[in-house]
Nanobody, 120 residues
Framework: QVQLVESGGGLVLAGGSLRLSCAAS????????LGWFRQAPGKEREFVAA????????SYADSVKGRFTIYRDNAKNTVYLQMNELNYEDTAIYYC?????????????WGQGTQVTVSS
């Protein structure tokens, strides 16, 4: 079992930045892949970013590539999502995810989510 707790969401003006954090517990942190998904009002949940166990491999959705950066600190059992140049379409609940395999689609462990709201 893995427990994931997100933080760092909030209200930001368009063009601004936020950094989301996700603290993990329950298993050796370096043993699993981590990622972020999001779900906007009235839309399906979508993949945002993923990072491998070592942090050497990352993957991003086209909609955030070049603006968002995922990274992890294995010593702190934490994964981050740095979000820059935010726009209205980035408004969503952001979920931290974890699993043993690297994926852009399927994860077994999910956090409770943190709200990100971008205002124009």
């Amino acid at each position: 079992q893995v427990q994931l707790v997100e933080s760092g969401g909030g209200l930001v003006l368009a063009g601004g930045s936020l950094r989301l954090s996700c603290a993990a517990s329950g298993r050796p942190f370096s043993s699993y892949t981590l990622g972020w998904f999001r779900q906007a009002p009235g839309k399906e949940r979508e993949f945002v970013a993923a990072i491998s166990r070592s942090g050497s491999v990352t993957s991003y959705a086209d909609s955030v590539k070049g603006r968002f950066t995922i990274y992890r600190d294995n010593a702190k059992n934490t994964v981050y999502l740095q979000m820059n140049e935010l726009n209205y379409e980035d408004t969503a609940i952001y979920y931290c995810v974890a699993d043993s395999l690297f994926s852009t689609a399927q994860y077994n462990y999910w956090g409770q989510g943190t709200q990100v709201t971008v205002s124009s």
